[in-house]
Nanobody, 126 residues
């Protein structure tokens, strides 16, 4: 049983930056791969970014590469998504997720994550 709580969303102008945080309960945070997904209005959910356990690799959606950075602080049981140069098409509800994902398995599939946060709204105006 793990609880994830996102924060940091808001309304910003195109070109601005936001940092999302996801605080996790439990004492096994460092063993999880952590991911960010988003659900734009009227569209399907999509993978955004993921980071494997401490010392592991990161993965990004092509459209956010060079703009978004995922990181984690295991001492604080928190994962972050630093978002720069935001665009209107980034508008969505952003969810963080946690799961144990084998190193041979991609991090991009939602079904691989066992735990999900409630989501935080990010709105980017033009």
């Amino acid at each position: 049983q793990v609880q994830l709580v996102e924060s940091g969303g808001g309304l910003v102008q195109a070109g601005a930056s936001l940092t999302l945080s996801c605080a996790a309960s439990g004492r096994t945070f460092s063993s999880f791969t952590m991911g960010w997904f988003r659900h734009p209005p009227g569209k399907d959910s999509e993978f955004v970014a993921a980071i494997r356990r401490s010392g592991g690799s990161t993965d990004y959606l092509d459209s956010v590469k060079g703009r978004f950075t995922i990181s984690r602080d295991n001492a604080k049981n928190t994962v972050y998504l630093q978002m720069n140069s935001l665009k209107p098409e980034d508008t969505a509800v952003y969810f963080c997720a946690a799961g144990v994902i084998p190193t041979t398995t991609p991090t991009t599939t939602p079904s691989r994550y066992a735990y999900w946060g409630q989501g935080t709204q990010v709105t980017v105006s033009s």
